[in-house]
């Protein structure tokens, strides 16, 4: 397994670098943020430690960086002197995974790593079916029913799904939108992102009613966030969707 350590503290780098390497990990330490930044564009790591405060860039630039152009496949751990809730609550929604607290404990640390390397790693995850609300989603096969009914997809819109899907209450830019369906940078004006998002949102019934809301924020991104329906809603819950051969 190979982890990034930004940190620009030599003292405190050094000691990562050894308590990883005790564990058996490789551990690649960066002092500047544009080395980090730099390194990954050759070099694909596993897990990344970033610490909160740089001298070159605010941690939760690289973070947004870090996101933007690589998505949320790697796990992000902020290193933070900070515990007000507020800067942790900014952390993690600039796409942070989790938070350690300074001074390290190094059993936490190796903790936390582990814990988000399980979750992040599992090969048989990427491909096994799951299921988010009233709908469920099967990878490997490459088909999503809403209560029980194939809906028919586009490539394209099939894999703008899934990702949603995957990052339930993730706020995802468009830059990361396009990189990971497209594997390119969209320009501002085109309308082929709009027009999948209006398909998917349109086609799978992306409602309330489903379990699911898909929103938008104004210049930042889209995300689709679960619903809590009460007892009489689900009740009274109608799928107008028509069944498909």
Known sequence: MKIASLEDDLDQARQIQQVL????YHCDSFQQSVDLLGAMRNITYDLVLLDWQLPDMNGDEVLRHLRNHFGYAIPVIL???????????????????DFISKPLRHAELL??????????QPVQ??????TVGAYRIDPAERFITLDGRNIVLAPKEFDLAVLFFRNIGRLLSRDVLAES???REIPATSRTLDTHLSN????LQLRAQHGVRLSSSYALGY??????????????RVSPFPIVP
């Open 125 to 130: 995850a990427a491909e096994a079916a799951f």
């Open 200 to 203: 998917i949102r349109q086609k």
């Open 223 to 236: 995300r689709l966030d679960l619903v809590h329906l009460s007892e009489q809603e689900a009740g009274e």
């Open 21 to 24: 390497a005790s564990a058996g």
């Open 181 to 183: 369906v497209w594997n």
């Open 111 to 120: 903790a936390r790593i582990s814990a988000l390397l399980r979750r992040a």
């Open 79 to 97: 290193l933070t002197s900070r515990s007000q809730e507020e800067e942790v609550v900014q952390g993690l929604q600039a796409g942070a995974d």
